[in-house]
């Protein structure tokens, strides 16, 4: 099982439907990120949670609604969105301590708004 | 405001050459730094890191070198091989007023390297 996963690795949806993108790790890891990468863009952070609890929110519209039940998995989901809102949403988690920086990234689901 | 920038959004290197990624930051208190690599269709994963105490640290085939006075750093392949062909994405942790990061990074815009056989 590779170390951090995320599913489905595509999606397409309409503006008033709803979805949830899932992520789920398997390194032991107690943080867990939510990022965006838009076309010619850099990676930006959207949530944060360390142990489960969300420590950082990065203003993100509310229209973007994470969940992170247990530290192996981390949900997002998503209502009412836009078509600027289409991207590459990647997952990523990371060790305590001095190992919070060097982050696993799953694969990341791209993100159609029709 | 983007605090980490890659200005150059493509290069293409020879087999065997070096290739040299560059990244300059505006933020004097970042005394972490991290590269990070993407192949199409995967997320980015970890390359190599160098803290604010060392100007240059070496791994195999790469090294990152740090010039905190030019607020610049660079990340050195050699040799350079077609299984290098990848973005490339610099990248320093994001501290609040406390000086606690919660693991925030911020990412340069990415290079493309293209390594020809």
């Known amino acids: 099982e590779t170390g951090v996963t995320q599913t489905p690795r595509h999606l397409v949806m309409g503006m008033t439907n709803k979805k949830s993108l899932k992520c789920e790790q398997h390194?032991?890891?107690?943080?867990m990120y939510w990022y965006k990468q838009s076309a010619k863009k850099p990676l930006e952070l959207m949530f944060v949670?360390?142990?489960?609890?969300?420590?950082e929110n990065n203003s993100v519209p509310s229209r973007f609604s994470p969940e992170c039940p247990n530290s192996s998995h981390l949900f997002l989901h998503l209502h009412t969105l836009q078509p600027e809102d289409s991207a590459l949403y990647l997952c990523?988690?990371?060790?305590?301590?001095?190992?919070?920086?060097?982050?696993?990234f799953g694969p990341g689901t791209r993100l159609t708004v029709l | 405001d983007q605090q980490v920038k890659q200005n150059s959004p493509s290069l293409s290197v020879q087999e065997g050459r070096i290739s040299i990624l560059n990244c300059d930051y505006t933020?004097?208190?970042?005394?972490?730094f991290l590269w990070y690599k993407k192949y199409p269709a995967e997320g980015p994963t970890f390359l190599i890191s160098?803290?604010?105490?060392?100007d240059k640290n070496e791994d195999g085939r790469f090294t990152v070198f740090l010039n905190k006075s030019a607020k610049h750093l660079s990340l050195h392949i050699v040799p350079s091989q077609p299984g290098d062909s990848a973005v490339y994405f610099c990248?320093?942790?994001?501290?609040?007023?406390?000086?606690?990061?919660?693991?925030?990074?911020?990412f340069g815009q990415g290079t493309i390297l293209t390594v020809h056989p």
């Open positions: 990523a988690s990371s060790p305590p301590g001095l190992g919070l920086h060097t982050q696993y």
């Open positions: 390194l032991g890891h107690n943080a």
């Open positions: 949670y360390n142990f489960k609890e969300q420590t």
């Open positions: 933020n004097s208190m970042f005394d972490y």
């Open positions: 160098i803290s604010s105490i060392k």
């Open positions: 990248a320093a942790p994001l501290t609040n007023a406390g000086g606690t990061s919660y693991g925030k990074l911020t």
